[in-house]
């Protein structure tokens, strides 16, 4: 990894990337617990098996499947289309962004490209979902805390109406089903717009108002900084992706690096944190959604009027030729990836998801070591994880 | 960006006798591929992480491909003894035949390789299994990139592909003590996911058996 300018010190050496074997201090006896599967702080069905010397963690194992339902196979047994409604179901936060990764995948497949105005759709609607993602993950990081609801109804008050603006366009709060191979559903209208300005201009306030409260906070503070760190090298050579792998210090936002949809059009900048610890990823999600806002702006000044969907796209009868694509997006959560065989059917003969929120758990392991028991539940929810991606 | 092409040459400098292929992939997104020779697998990542700064492993994921049966027709040319002008002679003739054959299925690991360092990707690569009963396994490559940890133990556990050298190969999504492999085509899912065995089956079994062996009896009294 020479010349990627991480710091050379300790790895390289044979197993670097595995989690460190931590001996017990020989007093008293270990205590293993079973965090979950139906713990409050995890989100769903998740389950950690834990094992403690004291109140020290010195073994982690997650067990997932709770949630198992094989959409892959589902997907592969039916058309293109009718899998973009179960896309919906798999980070059921953000509907809108598991669309997009999948139009994109497809679009990839096909050689088709989405015309001008729902380009602008897709990046404002994307947007909106990240700001409504981070706000309510912040509020889950916050309530796990201690903090119990104050600051996750702050988040939801803003989260509600931006969800209300999704049901407007899509008829729907949270299962949106909007993208299409090759453009949108449906159009937006001029009062729609006029709408998400307004809602838009009431964020800045609100971030400003979530941070005075908590940024500063002395208990956020001790109970976050310096807890959970996750090294860059690590982060990387793991798969770590989206605020995550920045909050670690890694400039790598797919955004930027692919430049999918119309993202090189827009002037925002990507924040990144020092530490890689709780604190950074907050603070990450936090200035991720300023950077959001300044998307919000350029993208209502700029869209244009015309198509929404490519004339070329079709709808019934789609066989893609064979073939396959990987197409990626940067989802809120991370790197949000479909892999697509086409054998010349009308179904794909392979539809793999790539979940941010299950290869941004392979670390969980290394970060909880040797720290508290009770922080086990902040790094936890510092990774942001949705449990229908995870187990899918 | 590297083509497929230069990266297929770089590796074969940089180790020989790698037997690096190139798939080519005729869809519109134009992202070819490279096929490993599994024996080499490990060390050709090594090199594609260290020297190509390949450092990070997006998407590992597994393909079924199936025994496949090919109907085709054939010209053979056979000699034919046949009577012409009152003549037996010996004619050769040229006849279609068709014929059935079966192509061996396997079981394909792929991996998408991206490079932070470099923003550089996607890097496809594909490794097949010899068949798909007991010819299995696969060099894991967890230990040079953690991000396959969980991906690999997903495809073992969906395909039935064994990753030699994977720090902890167990199921991921399935239970414990589940016997198929759910992504593979040929899978039959269960006619009913809830059913346990239960001490009321024995009980209905013995029942059964009573009603079995009372049977003859019954019959005789009616015909009576």
């Excluded at chain 1, 197993?15 to 995890?42: C, F, K, Y």
């Excluded at chain 1, 920045?246 to 930027?256: F, L, P, T």
């Excluded at chain 2, 005729?26 to 490993?36: D, E, G, M, T």
């Excluded at chain 2, 996607?122 to 097949?128: A, H, I, K, N």
């Amino acid at each position: 990894m020479s010349g990627s300018g991480f710091v050379e010190d300790e790895k390289m050496t044979e197993g670097w990337n595995r989690p460190p074997v931590i001996e017990p201090d020989g007093e008293g006896e270990l205590l293993e617990v079973a965090m979950g599967p139906h713990h409050p702080s995890t989100h769903g069905v998740f389950r950690m098996d834990v094992a403690l010397d004291g109140e020290r963690v010195i073994r982690l194992r997650p067990v997932f499947g709770y949630l198992h339902r094989n959409h892959e196979k589902i997907a592969e047994g039916t058309s293109y289309l009718a899998s973009m409604p179960y896309t919906d179901r798999l980070d059921y936060f953000c509907s809108l962004t598991n669309n997009w990764a999948y139009a994109l995948a497809v679009e990839k497949l096909t050689g088709q490209e989405a015309p001008e105005r729902a380009q602008y759709i897709r990046v404002i609607l994307a947007e909106l979902t990240r700001i409504q993602n981070h706000a309510s993950a912040i509020g889950f990081l916050i309530q796990e805390m201690g903090a119990s609801g104050t600051p996750l109804m702050y988040a939801f008050k803003e989260r509600e109406k931006i969800l209300d603006l999704f049901e407007a366009l899509t008829g729907s709060r949270m299962m949106c089903n909007y993208m299409r191979f090759g453009g949108c559903r449906v159009d937006v209208s001029a009062a729609w717009l006029d709408g998400a300005k307004k809602v838009i201009a009431g964020l800045p306030g609100f971030i400003d108002e979530f941070e005075n409260l908590l940024g500063s906070n002395e208990i956020l503070m001790a109970r976050c900084q310096g807890v959970g760190v996750l090294r860059p090298e690590l982060a990387v050579n793991a798969g770590v992706s989206g605020p995550m792998l920045r909050a670690s210090g890694v400039n790598y936002d797919i955004r930027k690096v692919d430049h999918y949809g119309i993202y090189d059009r827009f002037a925002f900048r990507v924040p990144l944190g020092d530490h890689g610890d709780i604190y950074d990823r907050y603070m990450v999600r936090i200035l991720e959604m300023r950077e959001s806002i300044q998307i919000l702006n350029q993208a209502l000044k700029d869209i244009p009027s015309g198509p929404i969907m490519d004339p070329k796209s079709k709808i019934r009868g789609f066989r893609p030729k064979p073939g396959e694509a990987y197409g990626r997006i940067e989802a809120p959560k991370g790197e949000l990836g479909f892999y697509l065989i086409s054998d010349g059917g009308p179904n794909p003969y392979r539809y793999r998801v790539r979940p941010p929120s299950l290869i941004n758990l392979t670390v969980l392991e290394d970060m909880c070591l040797g720290q508290n028991v009770a922080d086990v539940v902040l790094i936890f929810g510092s990774v942001d994880i949705v449990l229908g991606e995870v187990d899918r | 960006m590297k083509t497929v092409e230069e990266i297929k040459a770089a590796i074969e400098a940089g180790i020989p006798g790698a037997g690096v292929e190139i798939l080519s992939n005729p869809s519109p997104s134009a992202q070819h591929s490279l096929r490993l020779d599994p024996s080499h697998a490990v060390q050709v990542a090594t090199f594609l992480r260290d020297q190509l700064q390949f450092d990070f492993l997006s998407n590992v994921t597994g393909v079924d491909w199936p025994d496949k049966e090919i109907s085709e027709k054939v010209k053979v040319t056979r000699s034919v003894t046949k009577t012409v002008d009152g003549k037996e002679q010996t004619v050769e003739e040229t006849v279609d035949e068709a014929r059935k054959r079966v192509e061996p299925g396997c079981l394909e690991a792929v991996y998408h390789l991206f490079s932070v360092a470099l923003k550089d990707g996607p890097l496809v690569m594909r490794m097949r299994t010899g068949n798909r009963t007991d010819q299995v396994e696969l060099p894991s490559l967890t230990p040079i990139w953690r991000a396959a940890e969980f991906q690999e133990r997903e495809v073992f556990d969906l395909f039935g592909i064994v990753f030699r050298g994977h720090p902890d190969l167990r199921r991921l999504l399935m239970w414990e003590g589940f016997k198929d492999h759910p992504m593979r085509k040929d899978y039959v899912d269960p006619d009913d996911y809830e059913y346990e065995p239960t001490p009321h089956d024995e009980v209905l079994k013995r029942a059964e058996a009573h009603k079995a062996a009372s049977q003859p009896a019954t019959t005789a009294v009616k015909e009576l």
